[in-house]
């Protein structure tokens, strides 16, 4: 289990090394304007928390509008449902993997509302998605910060969108500071 976790981290990086130096400026390569966001979370499922902490790490891509990211789901989940157990243990710690295009929708003075669309790679099946690999959906708020930092809020889901019944998703808010 732990090569397969140290083969998708090395993949993940081979992957930001490629796309880095891609933009094109001029028609010349130069490199490209990127963000390394770093951050923490909590998941939740419906109304209510289900007790897991993320720390998620991005590099962005050609001014936001990609991105490639490792999210750790660091403890275990739980939450309750009508029809399992009150408080059940619906999945343990895993890694997940997105690469994703953004679109920038809203631009207004230090603020920028973000959706973005992409696949997601889990290390693990478990209750809540049935499949390892996902649809990932983001809408993310970002917020200048002086000295060329920048804040951002983000609602994420993982979800195999019904291909494999039944998909309840993983859903989880992180907010970032990047660089």
């Not at 993940?12 to 400026?25: D, G, S």
């Not at 991105?67 to 059940?88: C, D, H, K, M, W």
């Not at 060329?148 to 609602?155: D, I, Q, V, Y």
Request: hydrophobic letters at 45%.
């Amino acid at each position: 289990m732990s090569r397969l976790r140290a083969r998708a981290l090395s993949s993940w990086a081979v992957c930001a090394l490629l796309l880095a130096p891609a933009a094109r400026a001029d028609g010349l390569l130069t490199p490209c304007e990127c963000d390394v966001l770093v951050g923490a979370g909590a998941t939740f499922k419906f109304f209510a928390w289900s007790q897991g902490v993320v720390i998620p790490i991005q590099l962005e891509i050609d001014q936001s509008r990609w991105e490639i990211g490792a999210y750790r789901l660091a403890t275990a989940q739980s939450f309750e449902e009508s029809y399992i157990l009150p408080t059940s243990h619906v999945a343990e710690p895993y890694w997940g993997f997105t690469a994703m295009r953004r679109w920038q929708i809203l631009h207004r003075g230090w603020s920028r509302l973000y959706v973005g669309f992409g696949a997601n790679y889990r290390t693990e099946v478990d209750y809540l998605v049935r499949s390892k690999w996902n649809f990932a959906y983001v809408i993310a708020e970002r917020f200048d910060l002086p000295h060329g930092a920048l804040l951002e809020l983000a609602w994420r889901h993982w979800s195999d969108a019904w291909i494999r019944e039944p998909d309840r998703g993983q859903n989880f808010v992180t907010l970032s500071v990047g660089f």
